[in-house]
């Protein structure tokens, strides 16, 4: 089964408007972590955002929010205010547990922004 | 240099080829990975490697694939006898034990 589920290949969004890329995953651990990733068109993988599955509040970056629902386990990352450089794929990603640090990555979305 | 260090930057090689692609992790990061991404494709997982542990290679697609981490700081994965499917961005990664990941630039591999 699959851990982690983007189910959005791509999404268009208007310049200044916020957009939502959505991430549910699967897991029977207690503790976990969730990542999102973005890739520009350079193909470089940039850290954007975590969220602690202990953590009581939304994680936020700037312009990025984490809108984290345990119990739907989903972890759909937010952007506010979209800029044209905010055009690039977006990656889920999880890690599973204590005692490793290894991230299950999801298939992406492709997000691009138009003025 | 301060990032995560990979070379090649691309490589092509013919089909039944060995090929060796280097990871020069950050200095003191305990954790590194490599990820295979192939055309306008997610991250699949191959290997993950944390401090002195057993490496976990459940992502290792075949048993042509291998890596090794030498010192506990340089990796290199080994493909023998490539295909044409193994045709891809190999990324490798590395870590604090803290779950953030800093990518290299990746080794593009492409099999004639």
């Known amino acids: 089964a699959q851990k982690i589920t983007q189910t959005q290949p791509g999404m268009f969004v208007q310049e200044k408007e916020a957009v939502t890329l959505d991430c549910t995953y699967d897991t029977s651990d207690q503790s976990y972590g969730l990542f999102w990733y973005k890739q520009p068109s350079s193909g470089e993988m940039i850290f954007l955002i975590y969220?602690?599955?202990?953590?009581?509040q939304n994680a936020t970056e700037g312009r990025y929010s984490l809108n984290f629902q345990k119990a739907r386990k989903s972890a759909n990352l937010v952007i506010s205010a979209s800029q044209l450089g905010d055009s690039a794929m977006y990656f889920c990603?999880?890690?599973?547990?204590?005692?490793?640090?290894?991230?299950?990555f999801g298939t992406g979305t492709r997000l691009q922004v138009f003025p | 240099g301060a990032g995560v260090s990979q070379s090649p930057s691309n490589k092509v090689t013919e089909k039944g080829k060995d090929v060796e692609l280097r990871c020069d992790p950050i200095s003191g990061h305990t954790a590194l990975y490599w990820y295979r991404q192939s055309l306008g494709q997610g991250l699949e997982f191959l290997i993950y490697?944390?401090?002195?542990?057993?490496?976990?290679k459940s992502g290792l697609p075949s048993d042509r694939f291998s890596a090794e981490r030498t010192g506990g700081s340089v990796s290199t994965l080994t493909i023998q006898r490539t295909q044409q499917e193994d045709s891809a961005v190999y990324l490798c990664?590395?870590?604090?034990?803290?779950?953030?990941?800093?990518f290299g630039e990746g080794s593009r591999l492409t099999v004639l």
């Open positions: 990664a590395s870590s604090l034990f803290t779950g953030e990941l800093f």
């Open positions: 969220q602690g599955s202990y953590d009581e």
């Open positions: 490697f944390q401090g002195n542990s057993a490496p976990d």
């Open positions: 990603a999880m890690r599973e547990g204590y005692n490793t640090d290894k991230l299950i």
